[in-house]
């Protein structure tokens, strides 16, 4: 059932309304770079923990609304069995550390404290992403490049990716309707069969993909685009955002945080991997 | 003054065997409403590429000949300058929106010929209420049906303040309401704006209500370019040349024969209208 309380972008849902629209893009995206930097200063998992809840709470305030994550559970469980799996098929172990075997496979604790170490980290970034994704349109994410002087070609190159993102689900769909409509029964084939006929869809999705790519070149050369005199170009949609006082005020806290995580971490390794609870919890491995 | 000149224009593709168009000439005065019709691949879409300088400024081929707009040569002409003079709009309204909302798109045609960004705001506001759309502004692409994307793109080309808007089959992709609401537009665009519009159409009923002149093509050859009226009074000719002519319009010229009265019928539906009660009263006043 479709929420009215959300909007869809390309990269997923938007709250219609959010107190984080009152802050510049600019802003946004440097909250979502602190977001995906901190955690890498951090090896205790139980910090990161702490990270990820102020993440989930960030979910909160900005009024996402979190049934929208579910899309996402599919890649939380890919990353969790991929992490897991690669720890232990080729571990990480001190010299001479004794194996915990289980069924016939050797679990290492050192591995395991790593294992959890990064696993909660990249979990930690992946929510961080999907919130930036879940509370900046399209629109924002270029403003933010535009203020902080990215070239216009570099993000209008953006924005026409994201643009051709969303044609080609368009596309995907209908060559999927017309498929149901000559009697292709997706649901009823096996996993391998699906797997199979994917490669089909792809053959008409390209050849749409280049034929639009085409008429979106004479489209530009019809409205006068012209990358070489871009520096002097107006910005209306910059224009639309300003950067207020909540903006200064909410970079100088992201900035100090982030100050102090890096001071902390280089100067007494605060966060560093053998304070942590985990450390203990598996017997002092380090 | 003439909007559109074109003398002795020969086009061949890069990739065909012969030439598309050898010689053509054709003046089209400004502030005319010209609707161009005939069947597929008779050269209607490159006709208006070589009017917008899409031939030969980004298709490649043999050119020769001038295509001049108000006098000024389009191959020697920037894309800017060429957007300033003619804006175009194209069948797919999918291929044409190249930004993530509508407000985005009308503003990018402007920010590309250098239009202050309080000027943006203020054609924003303008064409918006014109083509209906100030409900969708902040929409993405994906939230617009395509009789809504085919008027963000007239909007988008409005807004340039171009002085001659060519629309090249804008409601061939559409259902038969969205083509509604893209004619309704057009007819809106004629009323209250002073341009020179070019439609390539095969609606022939839309291009007899709309249009001031219309221009016949086959096989690249202008086979008939008169005023609407003196344009379909050559029913067989148009026949010939693979177009089905509005009934209405048959009908007429049905009941000129049958009557003795040799004349141009009327074209456009109201008037047909009333000329076909006339001339029943006039055939009941003989009885």
């Not at chain 1, 209306?236 to 207020?244: A, E, N, T, V």
């Not at chain 2, 004619?183 to 390539?200: A, N």
Request: one cysteine or more.
């Amino acid at each position: 059932m479709r929420n009215e309380n959300m909007k869809k972008t390309v990269l997923g849902f938007v709250p219609v309304q959010s107190p984080i629209y009152a802050m510049h893009p600019v802003t946004r995206i440097i909250l979502f770079v602190a977001l995906g930097f901190i955690p890498l200063f951090i090896q205790m998992p139980e910090v990161n923990l702490l990270f990820l809840l102020l993440v989930l709470i960030l979910f909160k305030v900005s009024k996402v609304d979190l049934h929208q994550l579910k899309v996402y559970v599919p890649v939380i469980a890919t990353l969790t069995c991929f992490l897991l799996a690669s720890y232990t098929i080729f571990p990480t172990k001190l010299p001479g550390e004794i194996p915990i075997v289980i069924y016939g496979i050797s679990f290492y604790k050192y591995s395991i404290l790593w294992s959890i170490c990064i696993y909660v980290r990249i979990l930690t970034l992946v929510l961080s992403s999907i919130f930036f994704f879940s509370t900046n349109r399209e629109r924002d994410i270029l403003v933010g490049l535009r203020t902080l002087r990215v070239p216009f070609a570099a993000s209008y190159f953006l924005g026409l990716t994201l643009r051709s993102a969303g044609m080609f689900m368009e596309d995907y769909q209908i060559v999927r309707e017309a498929e149901r409509a000559r009697g292709l029964d997706m649901a009823a084939m096996s996993w391998l069969k699906k797997l199979k006929h994917f490669p089909m869809y792809m053959i008409p999705l390209f050849t749409l993909a280049i034929r639009r790519s085409e008429d979106i070149s004479v489209g530009l050369y019809a409205k006068g685009t012209q990358i070489r005199h871009s520096a002097n170009r107006p910005d209306y949609l910059r224009s639309l955002f300003h950067f207020g006082k909540i903006d200064i005020a909410a970079n100088f806290l992201i900035v100090a945080v982030f100050i102090a995580v890096v001071v902390a971490d280089f100067g007494c390794q605060a966060f560093a991997l053998h304070h942590s609870i985990v450390n203990v919890l598996l017997g002092n491995v380090i | 003054m003439d909007a559109v000149t074109i003398k002795n224009l020969s086009w061949k593709y890069e990739q065909s065997s012969g030439f598309l168009f050898e010689n053509l000439n054709l003046s089209v005065p400004e502030n005319t409403f010209l609707g161009i019709i005939g069947s597929n691949e008779s050269g209607k879409t490159s006709l208006v590429s070589c009017i917008k300088g899409i031939i030969p400024n980004i298709e490649t081929g043999i050119y020769k000949g001038e295509v001049s707009l108000f006098g000024k040569a389009v191959k020697d002409m920037d894309s800017d300058l060429i957007a300033q003079t003619a804006g175009m709009v194209f069948s797919d309204p999918d291929a044409q929106f190249t930004t993530m909302s509508v407000e985005e798109e009308i503003a990018f045609g402007l920010e590309n010929i250098g239009v202050s960004v309080e000027e943006i705001r203020e054609r924003i506001q303008w064409v918006s209420k014109l083509t209906h759309l100030e409900n969708l502004l902040d929409k993405p692409p994906y939230d617009l049906s395509g009789g809504q994307k085919q008027r963000v793109a007239i909007a988008a080309v409005l807004a340039t303040h171009p002085k001659i808007m060519i629309l090249d089959e804008p409601t061939s992709m559409l259902d038969p309401k969205s083509k509604d609401e893209v004619f309704d537009i057009l007819q809106q665009i004629k009323r209250e704006l002073k341009m020179t519009i070019i439609v390539v159409e095969h609606n022939i009923e839309k291009i007899a209500e709309l249009s001031d002149a219309v221009l016949l093509m086959n096989k690249g050859k202008i086979i008939r370019y008169e005023e609407t009226r003196t344009f379909f009074s050559a029913v067989d000719l148009l026949k010939e040349n693979g177009l089905k002519v509005p009934e209405s319009i048959e009908l007429i010229y049905y009941l000129y024969d049958k009557y003795g009265v040799d004349t141009t019928a009327p074209v456009k539906f109201n008037e047909i209208a009333a000329e076909i009660q006339r001339l029943l009263r006039l055939n009941e006043e003989a009885v």
